[in-house]
């Protein structure tokens, strides 16, 4: 598939797409870096799970795609993601981690209408508000990236899914920034 930049390479990534502008680029891998992988309540599997949900929310496949094939190395059950879209009450999801992808799923589709209802949600869950502002930092991140693939017209497959996945699990966000030099 190819998109819809002319200098990009067929089946681009969005590794490609942040060459186009190298110092913006690097902030958003250290931005990566910074809310994927530092210290967080929410380990790495469950934030990469966050995005890959996100973005299923947001259909935009290449990011969907990419992270919950890394979600999936963290441990992330086959097929929960999917069943989390169709049906996040109905989903095995950890009775601790619902809220939090409630209010990741609200956030993404109506973020006007957030409340303090949703936030004490999270809270009564027994997560704090460092917890939550992660979570809330890998909604928004991914929101933008979303849009940053999609208005590049970036899409990717299942082989590149899987390779970007086993890469990000293996070796994080960082390594990125070598493409960008």
Same mark, same amino acid.
């Given at each position: 598939?190819?998109?819809?930049?002319?200098?990009? !390479?067929?089946?681009?990534?969005?590794? +490609?797409?942040?060459?186009?502008? !190298?110092?913006?680029? $690097?902030?958003?891998?250290?931005?990566? %870096?910074?809310?994927? *992988?530092?210290?967080?309540?929410? %380990?790495?599997?469950? *934030?990469?799970?966050?995005?890959?949900?996100? @973005?299923?929310?947001?259909?935009?496949?290449?990011?969907?795609?990419? +992270? &919950?094939?890394?979600?999936?190395?963290?441990?992330?059950?086959? =097929?929960?993601?999917? @069943?989390?879209?169709?049906?996040?009450?109905? #989903?095995?999801?950890?009775?601790?981690?619902?809220?939090?992808? &409630?209010?990741? *799923?609200?956030? %993404?589709?109506?973020?006007?209408?957030? %409340?303090? #209802?949703? #936030?004490?949600?999270?809270?009564?869950?027994?997560?704090?508000?460092? #917890?939550? +502002?992660?979570?809330?930092?890998?909604?928004?991140?991914?929101?933008?990236?979303?849009?940053?693939?999609?208005? +590049?017209?970036?899409?990717?497959?299942?082989?590149?899914?899987?390779? *970007? =996945? $086993?890469?990000? &699990?293996?070796?994080?966000?960082?390594?990125? $920034?070598?493409?960008?030099?």
């Amino acid at each position: 598939v190819m998109p819809f930049f002319p200098s990009l !390479p067929e089946n681009a990534g969005v590794r +490609h797409a942040m060459r186009l502008d !190298p110092e913006a680029g $690097r902030a958003l891998i250290a931005l990566h %870096t910074a809310v994927m *992988r530092a210290p967080s309540a929410l %380990t790495p599997g469950e *934030r990469e799970l966050i995005a890959a949900y996100v @973005s299923a929310l947001n259909q935009c496949g290449y990011c969907h795609g990419v +992270h &919950a094939a890394t979600a999936r190395r963290f441990g992330i059950a086959e =097929g929960l993601l999917e @069943s989390m879209v169709a049906d996040l009450d109905a #989903a095995a999801v950890p009775d601790r981690l619902r809220p939090i992808l &409630a209010y990741a *799923r609200k956030l %993404t589709r109506t973020p006007s209408r957030m %409340t303090a #209802a949703d #936030a004490r949600a999270v809270f009564a869950a027994g997560w704090d508000e460092r #917890a939550l +502002h992660d979570a809330i930092q890998v909604v928004c991140l991914f929101n933008f990236m979303n849009r940053f693939a999609e208005g +590049h017209g970036i899409a990717g497959d299942p082989s590149v899914f899987e390779e *970007r =996945g $086993r890469q990000l &699990a293996e070796g994080g966000y960082e390594p990125l $920034r070598k493409l960008l030099e």
